[in-house]
């Protein structure tokens, strides 16, 4: 019944892969804990057992929960589970903010995705390099904000490692469609924007990308608990 | 000298660290945290990966015959061993 009712569960290949690894850690769990408490000779049978138990079934849970949890860092509730994020990922969230990480996060080609879809780098290792400044963070995090306030008040402020490029809102917003076009600043500034010498983050600053946050002393300002308290009145 | 008591000690750690392993990338995948997730990634692979080549070492020297005709107590016998003894008695 259990696992009938985990399968009713599943609804992306993350979780089936999860439930598989489940799965395959169970059953060699079970082979080597029949190992542990009967210890038997070391004969064809065992042998073969074991290969399934320390072998087969556990490179089985290191592949497919190596590809559940790469996917399930790509989410927002992965970069909330740091609370100096929270700032971020909870205006991301919320269906009556207006800001732009808002309205971007409710556009389905982002959904929850969308923290990882505006702030991976895209070239050839971009997901590699990406993963490698999340283990930067991680350090940052444990060893600088892990005792900061609800909202990382306390702490360094937070900065990206380099200024937000254009490449990152051009590889949607291709600067071709004549919606865009038609807005009079983008179309005076259509080359610069292109060459990268005119900065799209210059006009949609953060304020507009991740207001909340701001509020609570992102990009060089110091975090302020007062902010929060004030919005959360709103 | 390698007897048949090291390859089942072998054994026995190789087993002993695929349930530390298999039970950090359990915590990974349960509870995915930055921490646990890394650590399930890197201290958990590496475990894995260590008790699998023990557990191939084991086998390597059993198939090699290492310690056939060692005396390892009657706990830790071979199936045929065992067998011999039933037939024996």
Partial sequence: ?234 | MISRLTIRRLVLISTITTLVSLGLMVMGIVFPKPVLLVLAMSLGQLFGTLSLALYLLAIVLDLQGVGEHDDIGPHIRLEGEAGEEETKG
């Fill in chain 1, 1 to 234: 019944m259990v696992f009938r009712a985990a399968v009713y569960e599943i609804h992306s290949i993350e979780q089936l892969l999860k439930l598989t690894a489940l799965v395959a850690a169970v059953i060699s769990i079970l082979i080597l804990l029949w190992y542990l408490v009967r210890r038997p000779p070391l004969g064809r049978l065992t042998k073969v057992m074991l290969l399934f138990g320390l072998g087969v079934m556990p490179l089985g849970v290191a592949l497919t929960g190596n590809i559940a949890g790469f996917e399930y860092t790509l989410k927002r509730p992965f970069c909330g589970s740091c609370h100096v994020m929270l700032p971020y990922t909870e205006d991301a969230a919320d269906p009556s903010s207006n800001s732009l990480a808002a309205i971007h996060s409710r556009n389905h080609a982002f959904g929850e995705e969308s923290c990882y879809n505006c702030h991976a780098d895209y070239q050839l290792f971009g997901a590699m390099t990406t993963k490698v400044n999340g283990l930067k963070h991680l350090f940052y995090y444990v060893t600088e904000y892990a005792n900061t306030g609800p909202y990382g008040e306390g702490g360094k402020p937070i900065h990206m490692y380099r200024s937000f490029q254009n490449g990152m809102c051009t590889r949607c917003h291709s600067t071709t469609a004549p919606n865009w076009l038609r807005n009079q600043d983008h179309a005076g500034m259509l080359d610069d924007i292109r060459k990268g010498d005119a900065k799209c983050v210059d006009c949609h600053s953060g304020e507009k990308i991740h207001p909340r946050a701001f509020a609570h002393g992102g990009k060089g300002r110091g975090p302020v608990a007062e902010a929060g308290q004030k919005e959360e009145h709103k």
